[in-house]
């Protein structure tokens, strides 16, 4: 007679997985569980993870990693990296559930993810999917009304299982049919961080990061207004990948609105926009060090010489009489000219978008 194996199959779980603590530590309460996990980690453009971490110079001491590869490394899962950078265009320009606090739409961004890990989940065989939200963590994305939301308009419905909230929330398909025990579970409310910290030790995770607003720019204020103004000198709601990747580098100036200017702000800013010479009208300094310059729009030689001046103005000549600037890729060609630096005052300061 044969032996029947009452050994339950082992169970798989998706997780998301930002780079940040919540997510690391919700799948490893999973995995604690003895269910398979495996990571997905979504690129949008806008991630704090991109490779601009390591542009700028003064930055080069702190070791540079990216946190979501980090996260996997200490979990010991696979990672599956998926671009989603042309698609989530359309949710960065009309947000069904609005903006939060800056362009950032969050809860639209979340929706969507999860509908995209659940996809995933389907075609990889996966049973359920995992995030690291807590209630009331986030005043737009991670409230107790919006949990339902994103479980519902996602299609995940109840195969999405935010452990360390879980036991605040209604039970979920993996917790009913006892793929994961409900009392094992985590019931962390609020902003305060400390259970997380507290857990984090537990696990022995240490030199976690801690992203201060979110997991990526669109949280941030000087990046959003940075976006509007593309915009709204654009007339509409339109970028490419390059777009979005310039707005984290440089001071930003629009003298007028029909053209602005990009100038590095040391070393490693300059090499980076160094790699746009051949999109870009660019401006450098002759007669003294200075920095590169970018100018972006419809603009003329009269506007190339209120731009030239502004960069003089950031060069080693900023207090001379004459500064030499070349100006190349300009209508098919280069010319150098003599500007007067301009002066600081108020009206500089309102130029800096
Ligand atoms: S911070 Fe950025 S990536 Fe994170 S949920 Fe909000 S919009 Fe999405």
């Keep these: 007679m044969t032996e029947l194996s009452n050994t339950k199959p082992q169970r798989k779980a998706v997780a998301l997985i930002s780079g940040g603590l919540d997510s690391l530590l919700a799948a490893r309460v999973v995995q604690e569980q003895g269910v398979h996990v495996e990571g997905i980690n979504f690129y949008t453009g806008f991630c704090v993870e991109g490779h601009t971490h390591a542009i700028r110079k003064k930055d080069k001491e702190k070791q540079k990693r990216n946190n979501a590869l980090w996260s996997a490394e200490q979990l010991g899962i696979k990672l599956h990296i998926i671009d989603i950078s042309e698609e ?180 490693g800013e300059n090499n980076f926009l160094r790699g746009y010479r051949k999109e870009f009208t660019t401006i450098h300094t002759v007669s003294h060090g200075g920095p590169l310059t970018l100018v972006e729009g419809t603009f003329d030689k009269e506007d190339l010489k209120l731009a030239a001046q502004i960069v003089a103005r950031y060069s080693g000549g900023k207090g001379a009489d004459k500064v030499t600037v070349e100006v190349d890729n300009f209508e098919g060609s280069s010319f150098v000219m003599d500007v007067k630096p301009m002066a600081a005052h108020d009206v500089l300061d309102e130029w800096h978008i």
């Design 88 to 267: 989530y265009k359309d949710i960065v320009y009309n947000p069904k559930h609005g903006y939060g606090a800056n362009l950032n739409p969050c809860l639209d961004c979340k929706i969507y993810m999860v509908n995209q890990a659940q996809a995933w989940a389907d075609e990889n065989g996966f049973d359920f999917i995992i995030t690291g939200e807590v209630i009331g963590q986030r005043p737009k994305s991670q409230r107790k009304e919006t949990m339902p939301i994103i479980a519902r308009e996602s299609g995940a419905e109840d195969r999405l299982l935010r452990p360390l909230c879980a036991q605040n929330l209604m039970p979920t398909l993996p917790e009913r049919e006892g793929w994961v025990q409900r009392e094992e579970l985590l019931g962390f409310t609020g902003r305060s961080r400390k259970p997380q910290f507290e857990l984090a030790k537990k696990f022995g995770f240490e030199d976690f990061a801690q992203p201060a607003g979110g997991c990526c720019f669109l949280t941030d204020a000087n990046y959003s207004k940075k976006l509007a103004d593309l915009w709204e000198a654009r007339g509409e709601k339109h970028y490419e990948l390059d777009d979005i990747m310039l707005l984290k580098v440089g001071r930003h100036i629009r003298p007028k609105p029909n053209f602005k200017i990009i100038v590095s702000r040391e070393e």
